[in-house]
T-cell receptor, first 115, second 113 residues
C-alpha cells in the first residue's frame, strides 16, 4: 500500500499564476481532505470531498480556490492568481468509507512558494 | 464551530522523563480525538486516537486520557527518547461527523539528552 500520494512535492509560482496540487488517496479510501499549514502553525481544514462531490468546503477561501475529486484520477486543489500569502504547505489526507472510521492518513504535502 | 486549544506551545524534558500535552475543545458533540506527530518537513502521522465512549487508551509509551465533562484530553509520553522530539497536534471532530477535524496549534517537544 503506497499510502497517500501528493505531487508535486515542491511548487514555485509567480504571483498571478495558477497552482495545481494533486492528491491520490490510499487504496480503498474514497474520502479526501485538504489542509493548509503555514510555517510554524497548525493544520487548517480547507475542504472535504468524496468522489464527484464536495461535502464540506467551509474552510476554503471563497475566491481563487477550488477543489475537485473526479470519478477517475486524483483529487486536485487549484489556486488561481496566486499571491504571496498562499505560500504554505498543503496536505491532503484520506479515510475509508467504513462506518465509524474516522482515521485520516496524510500525504507528504506540497510546499507552494509564491515569488 | 469547534475550537481546540493546546498547551503548552513548547515543552522541553529530560530524556527518560515524562511529557504531558493538554487540549481543550468546545463542541460537546465531538466524539473523536486523534493525536498527530509531525517531524520537521514531514507529514503528520497519527500516533494514537480516542473515541468519546472511552476514558483512556494506551499504546506502549503513549497514553491519551479524555474527560468529556470538562471537555479536555491529554497526551502522555513516558520514558521519553530523542526520537520523540517533534511537533504534536491534538484534534477533535466538529460535531459527531467524521468529515471535519479541527487541529490544535501544536506543541513543539524537545528531548534533552
Amino acid at each position: 500500500n503506497a499510502g497517500v500520494m501528493q505531487n508535486p512535492r515542491h511548487l514555485v509560482r509567480r504571483r498571478g499564476q495558477e497552482a495545481r496540487l494533486r492528491c491520490s488517496p490510499m487504496k480503498g479510501h474514497s474520502h479526501v481532505y485538504w489542509y493548509r499549514q503555514l510555517p510554524e502553525e497548525g493544520l487548517k481544514f480547507m475542504v472535504y470531498l468524496q468522489k464527484e462531490n464536495i461535502i464540506d468546503e467551509s474552510g476554503m477561501p471563497k475566491e481563487r480556490f477550488s477543489a475537485e475529486f473526479p470519478k477517475e484520477g486524483p483529487s486536485i486543489l487549484r489556486i488561481q492568481q496566486v499571491v504571496r500569502g498562499d505560500s504554505a504547505a498543503y496536505f491532503c489526507a484520506s479515510s475509508t468509507t467504513a462506518s465509524g472510521a474516522y482515521e485520516q492518513y496524510f500525504g507528504p504535502g506540497t510546499r507552494l512558494t509564491v515569488t | 464551530g469547534e475550537n481546540v486549544e493546546q498547551h503548552p506551545s513548547t515543552l522541553s524534558v529530560q530524556e527518560g522523563d515524562s511529557a504531558v500535552i493538554k487540549c481543550t475543545y468546545s463542541d460537546s458533540a465531538s466524539n473523536y480525538f486523534p493525536w498527530y506527530k509531525q517531524e520537521l518537513g514531514k507529514r503528520p502521522q497519527l500516533i494514537i486516537d480516542i473515541r468519546s465512549n472511552v476514558g483512556e487508551k494506551k499504546d506502549q509509551r503513549i497514553a491519551v486520557t479524555l474527560n468529556k465533562t470538562a471537555k479536555h484530553f491529554s497526551l502522555h509520553i513516558t520514558e521519553t527518547q530523542p526520537e520523540d522530539s517533534a511537533v504534536y497536534f491534538c484534534a477533535a471532530t466538529e460535531g459527531s461527523s467524521a468529515s471535519k477535524i479541527i487541529f490544535g496549534s501544536g506543541t513543539r517537544l524537545s528531548i534533552r539528552p
